[in-house]
């Protein structure tokens, strides 16, 4: 009899397996919505990033969700404290080595409700959401030398479906106390249709994006070009000098003082025929980027490695868009300019 229970079971699994198909949801479609692209760039004088966040902030409305590594910039903080005051639901969740900074301490002191996050992996996201529509993301923590000295990007997405995901994601940090492996993997729309722009959102470690970069890197048809804070993961450099053997065009810039650390790739992608250099910023080359066939951007506060995927709390944008791709080459062409006459 058992043995008979058994045989059924199977054949209902079967029947099951066979019967159901894994769908990819349908991306979200939202024509009336935006994206920006800012570089902070302390070479051209092209900066103030700060002003225009605090300026978005002074225009907001109802609520700020804001997930920082680091906060601590006054232009900022001044514009946060003076959102609550004014009657704006302002929330943060911060990484705990920097609990102690002015973000942290000035919005605890006028009320503002403040998540640390204390785990030895770090929560490394550095977005805000600002009245459930808005979204500023990218490299850039809200600190001075990330603003005036290094180099930086940030995304701004005007969706409410974007936001909406970084809405969850933050929603899991700061109610449910969840970090790290711990984060259910439900983001509402991993992908959304902007006009002619895809958006694909990833959060690590619960959405494997390293996966969706690698993914991509393999696709890539004709170039990669990439600025790399740090670069440790080996499937990431093994899909880069597996494309340089095919004869792609593979070029990119790494920060000088991560090149040197514990399990940099910078060395292997050299000896391996990569056209790599180190950067020529006096302080620090922060991107973390890859511009694939000149049409899709990898940003966000990723770094490529190990850490960022098994461990930190991360954000990641996969942009399909010649448009935006322009832009991000013409930062890396100055990036990596600089670098060539530092040499």
């Known amino acids: 009899m058992h043995i008979v229970r058994q045989g059924l079971l199977c054949v209902v699994l079967l029947t099951l397996l066979v019967g159901c198909e894994i769908v990819t949801p349908e991306p979200a479609v939202e024509e009336d919505a935006a994206i920006e692209v800012l570089f902070a760039q302390s070479t051209t004088g092209s900066t103030g990033l700060d002003l225009m966040l605090a300026q978005a902030i002074d225009s907001t409305t109802s609520t700020i969700d804001i997930a920082a590594y680091d906060l601590n910039i006054s232009t900022v903080v001044d514009a946060l404290v003076r959102a609550h005051q004014r ?10 080595d920097y609990q102690e900074r002015d973000g942290p301490t000035e919005l605890q002191r006028v009320g503002a409700p403040v998540v640390i996050e204390r785990r030895d992996p770090y929560m490394h996201n550095k977005f805000m959401v600002l009245d459930d529509r808005t979204v500023w993301t990218g ?3 809200y600190a001075y030398n990330e603003t005036y000295r290094n180099d930086n990007n940030v ?3 005007n969706s409410s479906a974007v936001a909406e995901n970084y809405s969850a994601e933050f929603e899991e940090m700061f109610t449910r106390q969840l970090f790290g492996a711990g984060s259910p993997a439900d983001t509402p729309h991993p992908q959304v249709q902007i006009g002619e722009v895809e958006v694909q959102v990833y959060f690590s470690p619960e959405d494997n994006p390293q996966r969706q970069i690698v993914d991509v890197l393999k696709s890539a048809q004709s170039s990669i070009y990439f600025m790399a804070f740090n670069l440790t993961d080996n499937d990431i450099s093994d ?10 065009v593979v070029r990119g810039v790494m920060e000088t003082e991560q090149s040197t650390s514990t399990g940099s790739d910078f060395d292997a992608l050299q000896a391996g025929g990569v056209d790599v250099v180190l950067d020529g910023n ?3 080359m922060h991107h973390k980027v890859f511009i694939v066939d000149e049409a899709v951007v990898i940003t966000g506060s990723y770094n490529f490695t190990r850490s960022a995927a098994q461990s930190n709390d991360e954000n990641v944008l996969i942009i399909t868009s010649p448009e935006i791709a322009a832009r991000y080459l013409e930062e890396f062409s100055r990036v990596y300019q600089q670098a060539q006459e530092a040499q």
């Open 87 to 96: 009657g704006v639901t302002v929330r943060l969740v911060v990484e705990g």
């Open 139 to 141: 490299s850039w923590n």
């Open 155 to 157: 995304v701004i997405i």
């Open 239 to 248: 899909a880069l000098l597996r494309k340089q053997r095919e004869g792609l």
């Open 282 to 284: 006096d302080y620090r």
